[in-house]
Nanobody, 127 residues
């Protein structure tokens, strides 16, 4: 069992930055692939980024490459999402998720492949 708690969301102006954190508890956290997803009002949940258990592999949605960076610190049981050059269309609730036996590849972009989810943190980008 893995419990996930996101933090770091808030209100930021266009062009600003935020770093989200996802604290995990559970004995096997370090062996899980971790992902970030987001959901804007009235829209489906969409993939943002994923990282393998060793940090050797990362995978991003094409539209997020270059602005968002995923990382993890297994010693702290935490995965991060650094978001730069934020735009109003980045406004959403951001969720972290954990998946067993999943590589950081296309399969990591599919929400149904994840076993555990956090409750989300709101990010609002003002214009």
């Amino acid at each position: 069992q893995v419990q996930l708690v996101e933090s770091g969301g808030g209100l930021v102006q266009t062009g600003g930055s935020l770093r989200l954190a996802c604290a995990a508890s559970g004995r096997s956290y370090s062996t899980y692939t971790m992902g970030w997803f987001r959901q804007a009002p009235g829209k489906e949940r969409e993939f943002v980024a994923a990282i393998s258990w060793s940090s050797a592999y990362t995978y991003y949605a094409d539209s997020k490459k270059g602005r968002f960076t995923i990382s993890r610190d297994n010693a702290k049981n935490t995965v991060y999402l650094q978001m730069n050059s934020l735009k109003p269309e980045d406004t959403a609730v951001y969720y972290c998720a954990a998946a067993r036996a999943l590589g950081a590849s296309y399969s990591s972009s599919i929400a149904n492949n994840y076993n555990y989810w956090g409750q989300g943190t709101q990010v609002t980008v003002s214009s």
